[in-house]
């Protein structure tokens, strides 16, 4: 310092700063001699205590996370709300993988409807029902202890070990109706997704205090229709969630792409195994059983909770709760119906609804999805109307009567609520919907003096999108992931590569009511293919009410096909070049009301990407592993002719 003073400032700094140098030195040797050393001054003392207790008597309930064991010794993090004040009241469970302490705690308030506002919490039902709210870990997640597999399935050939979903259930409910001296001795299992399987697992040997289950968009069969394949094809999109579910057990490893559009992320590593490999999937559990089954063999078919409780006697009454507009578990509920009908002899135990929802949107409000507006909040007659009766009906002590329809199905285009006694309907008619030369629909089957066929090129290199680009991951903050199954699809009928057939505008209203059939004649140059079919109501060209909706191309229904699996679920099998060959296979469930003036499309693609991995159009044992030089250009024809008729069955309903 001194030395760039007197650069600065002169020479004459330099003798007095070395004299008060000199001094200090002087006063504090003579110091240091007076004694042995200087007083230590005092610590600071920590301002954040080891653990902090709120003040919760403004709450209007109360708080308790208990660790319950399961008759393996493991323990089960789980988070107890108790309005206060409450006494002798039934409990609302849900088990899941998706963070109990989370899901109950969605905003930070003193009221109980507020802390419970989000996702799986049906909040204004068992806020104004009274009901205490239990939400627990499944074990391998997050507070919980023990081993997380995927879907844990039952006891048995997939599990050798004493425990799975079922009996951690029933030793949940035994230590609750034991344990919460507020409660009156009554459960009912609710939960949407993996939150929905879990009520399913429910049913297997349930526990007696067990009054009733509502699975609402469960996960049923991953290789079917719900989260992992559709027919055998694979639902990339959902890596993902394999990545963050499976990388920890409380969900702290992220996936993230350097890419804002995932189309060209998807393009670029080529197949699925390939993004697998390069983000080190291999270290993951399900991953390695997702690559090592492709095809619908015994790992899936012993899995499946439709066929499992077809095995089961039905002893719970059940809600089912599906979504028409699910653009994840849109299979599994209406599955579990239909195994599950002919246990319900009674008549009293079986119970479904079904909205024009998204996966989940049940709990949310129901007016409109995307584009299409629905007149009303769907989702709040749902839960006022049929869920709240239901669980007051099993929960409640003096219990009022169960009035609810068995079937409560809300009826896209004519935007109405119908009851029913079953699903399908009885009077629904099979009449099939032909395809026809010059983009021809109609119910009419083609004649012998029209053209026969159509074709076009489809190039793995430039798929069919299944929207519009860009594509953001599922849940990014700026994702529309949930009402994709609503978009306008006039995005892909002005594709080469896609084939459109249009039916002449409608005179009379037009039901539908169960699942379309598609039965497509096909040839390709390849030797393997995928077949993607889609039911679309389209719209007048004007929409007075609604201009956007002018010429609007709404799908009612569509779905995928491997067609390596044309022949077997099972077995894959080359598809033999140039052959026509017929494709059939089932839609999701649908209940609309075509209207007069409003027309119907079926459109047939080869591909729907990034959604679903591509196929490479030549044969390859597993199509996790194609490589890039696998994936080729196939010419494919589509027959409609008199001998090869191409057509889409349809449950026309009064």
Avoid at 250 to 278: M, Q
């Amino acid at each position: 310092m001194a030395y760039r003073f007197s650069r600065r400032f002169g020479t004459g700094l330099i003798s007095t700063a070395c004299g008060f140098a000199l001094a200090l030195a002087t006063g504090l040797s003579a110091e240091a001699g007076g004694r042995q050393s200087a007083p230590s001054a005092p610590a600071l003392v920590s301002e954040t205590p080891k653990a902090f207790t709120p003040p919760t008597d403004a709450w209007d309930f109360e708080r308790k996370d208990v660790m319950i064991p399961m008759r393996d010794g493991v323990k089960l993090h789980t988070v107890i709300l108790t309005p206060k004040g409450a006494n002798h009241v039934g409990m609302v469970l849900t088990r899941t993988p998706y963070n109990a302490t989370e899901l109950t705690s969605h905003n930070p308030s003193t009221h109980l409807q507020s802390v419970l506002e989000g996702y799986d919490n049906a909040a204004d039902v068992i806020v104004e029902g009274g009901y205490i709210r239990v939400v627990q870990d499944v074990r391998g997640k997050y507070g919980s202890e023990g081993d997380y597999v995927m879907n844990r399935p039952l006891h048995g050939p997939l599990n050798p070990t004493p425990v799975d979903h079922a009996t951690d259930t029933y030793d949940t409910i035994d230590w609750l109706v034991k344990n919460v001296p507020q409660s009156n001795g009554k459960v009912v299992i609710i939960g949407i997704s993996y939150d929905g399987f879990t009520p399913l697992m429910a049913l297997v040997n349930p526990h007696p205090a067990l009054k009733a289950a509502v699975p609402m968009n469960p996960m049923v069969d991953g290789w079917m229709g719900d989260d992992w394949f559709h027919k055998g094809a694979f639902r990339q999109v959902n890596i993902n969630y394999v990545y963050e579910q499976e990388a920890t057990r409380a969900g702290e490893e992220k996936w993230a792409t350097p890419y804002y559009d995932e189309y060209e992320f998807w393009l670029k590593y080529g197949s699925a195994g390939a993004v697998g490999k390069a983000y080190g999937m291999e270290q993951l559990g399900f991953w390695n059983k997702l690559v090592s089954h492709p095809a619908y063999d015994d790992f899936w078919r012993q899995q499946a909770m439709d066929k499992v409780l077809a095995k089961e006697p039905l002893k719970v009454p059940v809600l089912l709760v599906h979504s028409l507009f699910d653009q994840e578990d849109i299979y599994g509920d209406l599955a579990v119906y239909k195994a599950l009908k002919p246990k319900d002899s009674s008549g009293d135990l079986l119970y479904l609804a079904m909205g024009p929802w998204r996966h989940g949107g049940e709990i949310g409000e129901g007016s409109s999805l995307g584009a299409v507006k629905f007149d009303s909040d769907t989702a709040k007659t749902f839960r006022q109307e049929v869920l709240a009766p239901f669980l007051a009906h099993f929960l409640k002590d003096a219990p009022p009567p169960l009035t609810i329809p068995k079937v409560s199905a809300f009826e896209t285009g004519s935007n109405r609520w119908k009851h029913y006694d079953q699903w399908p309907l009885e009077s629904a008619k099979t009449t099939k919907l032909f395809l026809h030369a010059d983009a021809g629909l109609s119910f009419s089957p083609p004649s012998a003096i029209e053209p026969a066929l159509d074709d076009y090129v489809s190039d793995p290199k430039k798929p069919v999108t299944y929207r519009l680009r860009p594509f953001l991951p599922e849940y990014a903050t700026d994702s529309t992931w949930g009402q994709w199954l609503t978009d306008d699809q006039r995005f892909a009928a002005t594709r080469s590569d896609v084939l459109t057939y249009v039916s002449d505008t409608l005179t009379s209203p037009l039901k539908i009511s169960g699942e379309p059939i598609a039965h497509i004649v096909e040839s390709t140059t390849g030797t393997d293919m995928d077949v993607v079919v889609k039911l679309i109501d389209v719209y007048p060209d004007e929409v007075p009410a609604q201009p956007a909706m002018g010429g609007y191309q709404l799908a009612v229904s569509m779905d995928i096909l491997r067609g390596r699996y044309r022949e077997s679920f099972e077995t894959a099998k080359p598809i033999t070049p140039d052959l026509p060959l017929a494709y059939q296979f089932a839609l999701p469930t649908a209940n609309h009301v075509f209207l007069p003036g409003h027309r119907i499309m079926v459109q047939i693609q080869s591909s729907w990407f990034p959604l679903y991995d591509r196929n490479p159009q030549t044969f390859v044992p597993n199509i996790f592993f194609a490589k890039p030089e696998d994936y080729r250009r196939a010419t494919v024809r589509v027959f409609h002719s008199p001998k090869a008729e191409s057509y889409v069955e349809l449950p026309v309903a009064p």
